[in-house]
């Protein structure tokens, strides 16, 4: 008889206890898990964290000790560990802190956490102070990147992941439209297309040694480059929005939070070149502006480091 004990510190949903599940196992019969085991696995199913200690136990149980437990069934025990987590999130969605630095990309999901209503922490990683790479943010994200969101026991990064999880924590709003839509498709297209060429235009700007290294030809090749890459960029987000109110259609989303962040890049006066007219996304801006939530997310982010905002984008009651 061999005792295997996984513990997650996470009420379980069918007992209210912490105690995941303590599973039997006898080597012996390993094949065939006893009535002992099937309950420990089907209880641990259930758990609503599925905390990464319990998945690699649950691995190690499942592959290592249980050959014949089919993939099958594996999936079927992951489905219902998603499905919890699905139906408990929404209603009891677990703590939510954001790490954040003033005016980076991290704008975008600091807007959404507010449009979201969901209760939520904020930590200010002041980028230009280098607090991203101090070995206490570095434990949170070893990339040192902002944003980062710690959801429970979990922390997400990359921005279209952290606002497409806040977007779904809140399905009553307009955030995000639900999945297998096309609009969903939509959603993301928009996201990963700002993520992959926007901000990267801008990251070659404000910062060409992320891709030249040290060469300082290289420095200047990739800057001048990305200046006029901007241009072009900024002409396609005008045809993209087309005369929609908002990039998705008639409704704000999350992706209206992520553009904003980015027209309010197009004024960094590092950019020290003509830029096109931004006549449909400057519209964007001022509709996204509009919204009070958006107006606490600056007035909160200003309270830490006041950065300049586009001239139409006026501040009045960010004291
Ligand atoms: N792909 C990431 C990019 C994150 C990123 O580059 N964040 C910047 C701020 S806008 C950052 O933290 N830079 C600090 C650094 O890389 O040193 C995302 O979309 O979240």
């Known amino acids: ?30 094949a065939e898990p006893s009535a002992n085991t099937r309950a420990g696995i089907n209880h641990a199913a259930l758990s609503v964290d599925s905390p990464p200690e319990l998945e690699a136990a649950w691995e190690k149980l499942v592959f290592g000790r249980l050959p014949k437990v089919t993939l099958e069934t594996l999936r079927q025990r992951r489905e219902r560990i998603e499905s919890v987590e699905r139906a408990t999130s929404t209603a009891n969605p677990p703590q939510l802190t954001l790490y954040y630095s003033p005016k980076a990309c991290s704008l975008a999901s600091h807007i959404a956490l507010e449009e979201s209503g969901l209760p939520y922490k904020v930590v ?11 070995a206490n943010f570095l434990k949170i ?4 990147a902002v944003p980062a969101l710690v959801a429970g ?25 639900r999945p297998a839509t096309r609009a969903r ?12 060429s926007v901000h990267v235009t801008y990251r070659s700007i404000f910062r060409p040694q ?13 800057r001048e480059h990305a200046k006029k890459k901007l241009g072009r960029i900024l002409i396609e987000v ?38 096109p007219p931004r006549t449909r996304y400057g519209t964007l801006a001022a509709r996204v502006w509009s919204r009070p939530a958006v107006r606490t997310v600056v007035a909160r982010e200003h309270a830490v ?14 004291a």
């Open 124 to 134: 200010s990683v002041d980028i230009r102070a280098g607090e991203n790479v101090e």
């Open 238 to 275: 005008e045809t993209r929005l087309g005369d929609s109110l908002y990039a998705l259609g008639s409704e704000f989303s999350v992706v209206d939070a992520y553009l904003f962040v980015f027209y309010l890049w197009s004024f960094d006066e590092r950019i020290q070149t003509e830029l």
């Open 153 to 177: 026991n979990t922390v997400i990064t990359e921005s279209q992941a952290i606002l497409t999880y806040i977007a779904d924590l809140a399905p009553e709003t307009t955030l995000i439209p």
């Open 1 to 30: 008889m061999n005792d295997h004990a996984v513990h997650s510190g996470a009420p379980c949903v069918v007992c209210g206890g912490s105690q995941i599940a303590i599973f039997d196992l006898d080597e012996d019969t390993a």
């Open 185 to 196: 498709a939509r959603a993301h297209e928009w996201m990963n297309w700002i993520s992959s």
């Open 210 to 222: 992320t891709y030249a290294g040290e060469d300082p030809h290289a420095i200047t090749a990739v």
């Open 305 to 318: 480091r006041v950065y300049a905002l586009p001239p139409e984008l006026a501040f009045a009651s960010a």
């Open 141 to 144: 994200n070893p990339s040192g």
